[in-house]
């Protein structure tokens, strides 16, 4: 690729050592100063526009350059805070100039002497994977270049702490400035002879074994055994990084390979189009009714070729499902607040949003641990966002449950449960953002945490453990759409066999708990055309 101004060649994966030296001139080129100033770190990391076709074009402020330096500043920052931990991962999911854009940040990691630790075997990493695994191994950071639902032609950098939870510190905002202002010179090691980049990011069996352990056997034999009772079951990956990693954990859990067929499962950076509909651009958000319609399910749904549908996003942190129900119940679902497809007459496709998706997870959930009696055994409580649906606190409070609320941002939830681990052991009150006090008792466990973007995360009754056990958390501090795919597939399937539906069973559940909360709403407003680039976007 060329770095315009500079008029240098610049090979990502170059096996020699290499130099990005940021002159005025690159700079102006790329704007690099109006850049820094704007620099920050969201709740989705740091996410702008590519250039599909070029990975250094400095109209697109998500490009080569911006990425050196991204890293760079974050290898200078922990380079300072951690000067005894050297190793790192780097993952990304399907997007264009992902896999170059892991070997521009790995070399340069490199080059300030960390050991970098890339996916083994394959080449993406879902947000899940990328943030157990720094979990378990113990490792000082990751990065995981992913936009999650977002459109083809936006990418995103989500760099991790030592907990695998998003970092947003200002010292790292702070150092791409200095950078860039100082004019800086970034090195980067070779690709190969450095001896630093290793591909062994491997957790597969320690993920599965926190799985087992989290959701109970119940769960896994409610799975296969609904593939005994030929209940057909298919996943949708919409060509996100969810389809080679799930095939091998379910294998690791022991899934049988025939209880599930697997669709639109060929990585692809632009999402097989399901969120291209119309002229207008949904992105991959498995969470919206018009990108579920757009995949193939509903028709797949209604000739009977399959029951149960999972959907993920492109980097694996949402799930949902699809599910019919007698078509009778159109007006019961309508005047409960679900939203239905297509319908045969006999069967309606039913849609839910990850709110009331929630609500029933928590309630299977809540069954499954009275059932086996975990549920009085440990001090449960539900985490979630402040736009999260109040039905789902509602129902947990109903149960017993201490329900606890955060600012958006699965991070947020991440800092919640750190807060209760440090004072595990006897009964505490935690202190919510607007004053109210929540109290726990000393065995503290998560039913669920949860935000209505799309994303959730489940602990249990065991704590999770690190590789040398230096770490153990109520729960990932990332969104899990494996893990929420597990438990929704088990619950679907349970339903079924009892001669009922998710539909059903969300009309039910909010009458006969008396649920109040019962509507909530997601409106979407787009401020801007995202599909504008470099001088008209700018306007």
Known sequence: MLIRSAQKQFEAGSDTADELQLTDSVAEAYGLDRWASRFSLMTAGYRDHINVDDAADPGAPFNAVTVAIMAEAKARVLGRLHPGRRHMHVGGEVRTHTQTFIQIAARIYAAHGFEVHLRHELKTTPIWYSSFGVFYEEYLSGDNFTASHSAYFKLGWKVMDGQGKQMTEEELIAEVRRIVAGRETIHLAPWLSSGKIHSDFDVDEAYAACQRSALGDEVLNTIAGAARAGIRSAAITVGGSMGATSRRILRRLGVPPEAITYYLDGEDPRFHRVGEIGGENFGADVGKAEVCANTGAPEKLLSGEVQIVLLWDPDGDRLNIMTTAPAAISGRAAEFGLALGPEDGRRVVVYLTPNQLYFLLLDYRIQLMRKSGLLEKYNW???????????????????????????????????????????????????????????????????????????????????????????????????????????????????????????????????????????????????????????????
């Open 381 to 539: 409580f539900v985490g979630t966002t402040f736009p999260t649906a109040m039905a789902i606190e509602e129902l947990a409070r109903k149960e017993g449950l201490a329900t606890i609320r955060v600012p958006v941002g699965f991070r947020n939830l991440g800092d919640l449960c750190r807060s209760v681990e440090e004072k595990m052991g006897a009964p505490q009150v935690f202190t919510t953002l607007t004053g109210k006090q929540v109290r726990l008792g000393p065995a503290p466990r998560v039913m669920m945490l949860c935000e209505e973007s799309g994303g959730a995360a489940l602990g249990g009754p065991e704590l999770m453990r690190s590789r040398t056990g230096r770490q153990n958390f109520l729960a990932l501090r990332e969104k899990d759409g494996m893990q929420l795919a597990l438990l929704a597939w088990a619950a679907a399937a349970a339903l079924i066999r009892e001669g009922t539906s998710m539909g059903e069973r969300y009309c039910d559940l909010v009458e006969k708990r008396g649920i109040e909360f019962r509507y909530s709403k997601r409106l979407d407003v787009p401020l801007y055309d995202e599909q504008l680039e470099g001088e008209a976007l700018a306007k």
